[in-house]
């Protein structure tokens, strides 16, 4: 039942440039998360305008993470086939048309679910950064390298923070047409200045027979469990939070920004500390604290205490236990998987990451609308996080005393 590292020798890599490559696919990627969670920080304006109940607002902000999710497959298997240069310039430009249309839509409750829908096209970049930076980088360094980059998921924090004071400045539709000009920016920024690492080559195997290897590896369906639970929660709270602070603690929406923005700081300055204390203590320890920590945060939520504390205190430990997890699961990944399949599993492990945010604001929308807290939501959060502690001891027993 173990998993166990490959016994492949990885190539060697990393040298010059992959510091200035890693930065590029770090900022690119804050740049497109940002734009994914462009509706969220707005949530209370859309309830407000439009009328919408509890379960109504929880389904907008919750839909772009569908296909910012299940789209990480074939993103992941094109990374391969292409190269992140390639893939993070399609994308930066991809994402300027729902990114413009979300943003003329906001009249129109239906309209804004289709082009959020769409918008999800932003948050498929983690399956082109991941195998971006682990071919710049040696074994060694990779979960460093990854931590790093995953830090750029610090964009939903500042969209949290600045796309409320954007939206009261320039009004919505103006903070959407920068934000197109911003993607454009990036594309060109990344396609001109880019590299692939130069030992980098291009899997030329069909994507379906890939995706079929990757799915048969016992490690692509652990980590994904992982994944679910440490980014997941990550997603759920990034989005969903701004509502929450709104309904159960009254804030106003730049307030629950600000808040949200804070929460999403402590997790991006978690991630690229969980993966250096991945390479040093090892992954499998770090994802233990990191849902040990979760749980238990999650049972002080759960008893609605007062804010700013201790409720402020118990926001921000849960955000640092969930970003040193993200940061371990794929240090792990790298640590079990080849590399010339990491693309191909970073896309599956990433959509089962992105789905672990999908289904709990739907399931908090519900449970507030029911009873008026969120209490049984956060006590699910606890059990389950508990439970993939337990998992996580079992299966990956060994892993951190293998180099």
Known sequence: MNARPPHAAAPRTGGRGAGANLALATAAFALTFWAWNLVGPLSKSYTSALDLSPTQTSLLVAVPVLVGSL??????????RYGGRVMFTVLCFASIVPTLLVGLSGGSYPMLLVWGFLLGVAGTSFAVGIPFVNAWHTPDRRGFATGVFGAGMGGTALSALLTPRLSEALGVLGTHVAMCVALAAMGVVVWVFSRDAPEWRPSTAPALPRM?????????????????????GFVAFSTYLPTLLTTA???????????????????????????????????????????????????????????????????????????????????????????????????????????????????????????????????????????????????????????
């Open 212 to 232: 079929g290897a990757a799915l048969r590896l016992r490690a692509t369906w652990q980590t994904s469990l992982l994944y679910a639970i440490a980014f997941g």
């Open 249 to 403: 603690y009254d804030f106003t929406q730049t307030g629950a920004g600000l808040r949200t923005a804070g929460f999403a700081a402590a997790a991006v300055v978690a991630r690229p500390i969980g993966g250096a204390l991945s390479d040093r203590i090892g992954p499998v320890r770090v994802c233990l604290v990191s849902f040990l920590g979760t749980c238990v945060f999650a049972v002080v939520l759960a008893l609605h205490p007062p804010t700013e504390f201790p409720a402020g205190a118990a926001f921000v430990l849960i955000a640092l236990s969930l970003g040193l997890g993200t940061g371990g699961v794929f240090a792990l990944v790298a640590r079990l998987v080849e590399p010339a399949r990491v693309g191909t599993v970073t896309g599956l492990v990433g959509a089962a990451g992105g789905l672990g945010g999908y289904f709990p604001p739907l399931l908090m929308g519900g449970v507030y609308q029911a009873t008026g807290a969120y209490t049984i939501g956060f006590v699910l959060l606890a059990a389950v996080a508990l439970g993939v502690a337990l998992f996580t001891s079992r299966a990956f027993a060994g892993v951190d005393r293998a180099r």
């Open 71 to 80: 789209g990480r497959i074939p993103v992941g298997v094109l990374t391969d």
